[in-house]
């Protein structure tokens, strides 16, 4: 494995190396996307959703069932902030990594570890690999959180069984992400703040084709019911959706 600064470890390049499988090629756009808006990511995470994903994301983490001691995974971990809550939760005595193919979210994610004081925090090693294969034995882990990630990942199926195969016997998988309503006014009101709201201010930053990207991305990801059919398709023993944050976000818990 392929070591990079920071006690990166990596998958080989060439799991990443843009082929005719369109998929890939997707793959590598995606990627490009979150390197380019990782230095402004937190912060607009912050400002238009009026710092309310914070909590969004300690409820993901919360309902994961993350216990002191406990071996945990933060799937598409970016800048870290779940994989930090989960740090905590797992605390000195408990091992947490973060896996991204993005190394600038990895780079931002490192250097606020640096930044943080916390002691739990030296229990985290950031990994850059693929949600498609990732790089661990089966049952692996007590807890796995994915937090708007699934929706990302170019072959959302794979990542479910991927996750499904990682975790340990019982264990839970807790996918936060926006959420597809079935409700057409929260469709509706979810799509206008992302309009006229959220692509207005990325575009301040250069970012307007990027955070563009939110919509049809949230137009082409899963219901509710959808994601828990697809969590028990791959084998998954219970799925449960909820919604949170008004309708416009939704958390999958499953347990295998
Ligand atoms: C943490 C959040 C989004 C992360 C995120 C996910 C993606 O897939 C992206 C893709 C491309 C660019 C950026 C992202 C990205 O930041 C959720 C909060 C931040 C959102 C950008 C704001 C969404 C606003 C909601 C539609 C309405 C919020 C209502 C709230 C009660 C104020
Ligand atoms: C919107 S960010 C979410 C970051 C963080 N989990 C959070 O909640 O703020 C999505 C992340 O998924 C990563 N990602 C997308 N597809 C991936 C894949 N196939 N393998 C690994 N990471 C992936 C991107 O690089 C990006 O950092």
């Not at 509710?224 to 059919?229: A, D, M, T, V, W």
Request: hydrophobic share 40%; with cysteine; net charge positive.
């Amino acid at each position: 494995m392929a070591s990079l600064p920071f006690g990166f470890s990596s998958l080989p390049r060439s799991s990443f190396r843009p082929t005719r499988n369109l998929k890939i090629r997707f793959s590598a756009d995606r990627q490009a996307l979150f390197n380019r808006i990782a230095p402004v990511y937190d912060n607009l995470n912050d400002l238009l959703s009026l710092g309310q994903h914070r909590i969004w994301k300690r409820m993901a983490v919360s309902w994961s069932g993350a216990k002191e001691g406990d071996d945990v995974l933060d799937i598409c971990c970016g800048s870290g902030d779940l994989t930090f809550l989960l740090s905590e939760r797992v605390g000195p005595h408990g091992k947490a990594a973060g896996l991204d193919f993005s190394n600038e979210q990895l780079l931002i994610a490192s250097t606020r570890q640096k930044l943080r004081s916390k002691a739990c925090y030296k229990n985290i090693k950031w990994m850059e690999g693929n949600a498609l294969d990732l790089p661990f034995p089966d049952s692996s882990f007590d807890a796995v959180t994915i937090g708007y990630g699934l929706r990302n990942v170019v072959d959302r199926h794979r990542a479910m069984a991927e996750i499904c195969r990682v975790l340990k016997p019982g264990s839970t998988v807790s996918v936060l992400d926006f959420n597809k309503s079935i409700n057409p006014l929260s469709t509706t009101i979810q799509e206008s703040m992302i309009d006229n709201i959220v692509v207005t201010v990325a575009s301040g930053y250069g970012l307007e084709n990027e955070y563009k990207y939110l919509k049809s991305s949230i137009k082409d990801f899963l219901t509710g019911n959808e994601l828990e059919k697809l969590a028990l398709e791959v084998g998954f023993s219970t799925a449960k959706h909820f919604e949170i944050g008004f309708g416009f976000m939704g958390n999958l818990l499953a347990t295998r």
